[in-house]
């Protein structure tokens, strides 16, 4: 992202927003399209977008309320309380007071790899999780702003966001595979009158099945072009909390110089931490198709970024 580095961090935040919005028309769109075109492969294209409708809104109903909860005891944190360790606890205060934040719950993984994310659906139902390494490892400076990154993931309600396009990515996925499990079990519907007809449902149905096949990549593929947009957005929220883009980018690169990967993250969660957990190379050097599956933008990139500021 050679262009971001030229732009200040008011300009950071009003690209990647503008960016994200289309990415989210994008991908609402995508799935209607893709509702559409199964349900008329088989006849019946109202079937199809009930489908797709009901499993999101179940999907979305599960994850606003209890995705928090799954992350936090997949990941092996426990809550502290302020006696605990009073000094991260009055960091985290007062980087809320600058940040116009209610203090979140702030939560602890024991594990020696730096790390850190943020979990909870709105401000309100916020948690800050960071790993002891992250405490160890990190001078104070280094330790506000990656605090700071995160808490800009929770005033941004990235965390929602995320949460939204997971479900949006989901109802892709289990779409895609109801139309292949009801393509092989359940037959095409009824056929047309005439050749022509014929020809015209079979193109729709091969097509429908192209689809099918490579949709849940698209989804997936989207999902981490937004995750790593977000990145570059809490970046700039960091720096414009603290003043100190330079904690934060010294910060990334104590990060991603510690080779220990983080041994209770997984796939499934690698996208909330502030660098990919899973110790992936995130390198721009391995080309644009390799950089399209990362989930997160190369480091480089977002230190080169926090300096040109």
């Known amino acids: 992202m050679a262009e971001l580095a030229k732009l200040n961090i008011y300009d950071q935040i009003d690209s990647n927003k503008r960016k994200t919005f289309f990415f989210i028309l994008f991908f609402i769109l995508f799935i209607v399209f893709l509702g559409w075109i199964m349900g008329f492969a088989f006849e019946d294209q ?38 605990d360790n009073p000094e991260l606890y009055n960091i985290v205060d007062n980087l809320c007071i600058g940040a116009g934040l209610p203090g979140p719950k702030i939560y602890i993984i024991d594990d020696s790899a730096p790390n850190a ?15 002891t390494g992250l405490l160890q490892k990190m001078d104070k400076p280094e330790l506000e702003a990656v605090i700071a990154h995160e808490l800009s993931h929770i005033g ?31 037959g095409r519907g009824r056929q ?35 995750s790593r947009k977000r990145e570059y957005l809490a970046d700039a929220g960091s720096a414009m909390i603290t003043r ?7 910060a990334l690169e104590k990060l991603t110089a510690d080779t220990e990967p983080l041994e209770a993250a997984n796939k499934a ?14 390198g721009s050097s391995r080309g644009w198709f390799a950089g399209m599956f990362m989930t997160h933008p190369p480091v480089e990139e977002r230190v080169a970024a926090l300096r040109a500021m």
């Open 269 to 282: 969660t690698a996208h909330m931490y502030i660098i990919n957990p899973l110790k992936e190379y995130e």
């Open 117 to 131: 994310f943020a979990t909870g659906r709105d401000p309100r139902h916020a948690v800050v999780a960071v790993t």
């Open 46 to 83: 109202l079937t199809f977008l009930v489908i797709a409708s009901a499993i999101a809104i179940f999907s979305s109903v599960g994850s606003y309320y209890f995705s928090d909860k799954m992350v936090l005891a997949i990941s092996g944190a426990k809550e502290i309380q302020k006696s």
């Open 156 to 186: 941004n309600y990235d965390i929602r966001l995320m949460t939204i396009v997971a479900i949006l990515a989901g109802t892709v996925v289990l779409l895609s595979d109801l139309f292949m499990r009801w393509s092989f079990f359940g």
């Open 244 to 250: 100190n883009p330079e904690a934060l980018a010294r």
């Open 192 to 226: 047309r009158e005439g050749r022509n007809s014929g020809q015209a449902q079979l193109i729709i149905f091969v097509i429908a099945i192209v689809l099918a096949i490579l949709s849940p990549i698209i989804a997936q593929l989207i999902k981490l072009a937004i």
